[in-house]
């Protein structure tokens, strides 16, 4: 919810698609540069215990940009001033997500037993796709009903009522694992894991490179605002629209599990996604655009599924942390750095062209992968 309102703030103040590749850049720079450190502390101390703080950090967070969104500060302040702290507490968000994501991913292992682990990650896959869903669509509404500061209310106070439910779970112990004399020895044991286990290697690439040039989701406020011609309500159908349909597949494979070809379904999956992206560019009709939209969610829908997997059963339980640190290395360098990617190849290129070579460069990395991984396209769990 946040990110929807944040991104629709910005780009409505500056009406620059590159401010809301700056988000991106923003929240990428301390995610990635403190991956692999807070990897090395998931894995040497209570992982309940950082999940709480770093959601607590969140919520903090979440107060201060609803501050920002106040008409005491929007009175007070220049507008260069409160858009720069927008800025800063979106780096402070990358930094906590550093921790608490991989923390998050690293404790799963230790809450579901091994057997059931599979089906457990499409159940968490799918309660992270629901909350997306509602965040998304809710952030229009609320935009639109009680404005940009009534709907980081609302966020703040959700993330609040996340803390609470967390408290619930009890102290994990410690996964017992070689002690390393300097925290790069540490750090380097999940890197290496990650480098000689191929297809981790080539999944996790595939992510990095297929969401860094298809990442069209983060220009949605500018398609909305000035191809589409549409208003908050339907910017946020429109940015739910890709939850919805990765929601579907979610549902679908809770039912009825991918039980082979599941790395040859994975590739053709990110092309399909691609492919999906370049309609969502060309598209002039917002039902056409919506649909575009929701058949990259499905379709990345199931490449998140199968990529989840694989990470989770490959990775022992004594070094998940750290390799969940390398994993969300990818993950948020495709996400984040691939927003801000959009953003300056919208302002140097124009709007629909670079969400044109993004999709485009999608299929050209699956091709890629294709050929140069083929442990990957023959996999099977």
């Known amino acids: 919810m946040m990110s929807t309102v944040v991104a629709w703030w910005l780009y409505e103040t500056t009406r620059d698609p590159f401010a809301i590749g700056l988000i991106g850049l923003a929240e990428v720079i301390p995610a990635v540069g403190l991956a692999l450190y807070a990897g090395h502390v998931i894995d040497n101390h209570e992982r309940t215990g950082i999940l709480k703080k770093s959601v607590m950090l ?30 800063i507490l979106i780096f402070l968000t990358g930094a906590i997500r550093a ?86 020895s540490s750090v380097k044991e999940g890197l290496s894991f990650v480098m000689n286990t191929k297809d981790l290697l080539a999944c996790m690439t595939l992510d990095l490179f297929a969401v860094l040039f298809g990442g069209a989701v983060a220009m949605i406020p500018a398609f909305a605002k000035d191809i589409l011609n549409v208003g908050p309500t339907a910017f946020g159908w429109l940015n739910a629209a890709t939850d919805i349909g990765s929601m579907i597949t979610v549902t679908a494979l809770t039912l009825s599990p991918l039980r082979r070809n599941q790395g040859k379904i994975l590739l053709l999956a990110v092309a399909g996604f691609g492919v999906s992206i370049i309609v969502f560019a060309l598209s002039r009709s917002y039902l056409i655009s919506f649909t575009a939209l929701f058949l990259s969610g499905m379709l990345d ?23 969940m640190s390398v994993n969300s290395m990818f993950v948020n360098s495709s996400n984040e750095f691939g927003q801000f990617e959009s953003g300056l190849a919208a302002k140097m290129f124009g709007l629909v062209p670079s969400v044109v070579f993004g999709g485009g460069m999608t299929l050209l990395v699956v091709l890629t992968t294709w050929f140069k991984a083929p442990s990957l396209r023959k996999l099977e769990y």
Do not use: D
Request: hydrophobic share 50%.
């Open 58 to 87: 969140y919520s903090l967070v979440t107060f201060l940009m609803f501050l920002l969104s106040t008409t005491l500060i929007q009175s007070h302040a220049l507008e260069r001033t409160w858009i720069a702290g927008i800025y």
């Open 99 to 184: 921790f608490s994501g991989s923390a998050f991913q690293a404790l799963l292992g230790q809450l579901i037993p091994f057997n059931i682990l599979p089906n457990a990650i499409t159940w968490s896959s799918g309660t992270w796709l629901i909350s997306s869903i509602i965040g998304h669509a809710a952030g229009g509404f609320l935009i639109a009903a009680i404005a940009v500061k009534g709907a980081l209310l609302i966020s703040f106070l959700s993330i609040a009522a996340a803390c609470i439910v967390l408290w619930k779970i009890t102290p994990k112990p410690i996964p017992e694992s070689k002690r390393h004399a300097t925290t790069w």
């Open 301 to 323: 829908g199931i490449s998140a599924i199968v990529r989840g997997t694989i990470v989770q059963l490959k990775t022992p339980n004594e070094i998940k942390g750290r390799v």
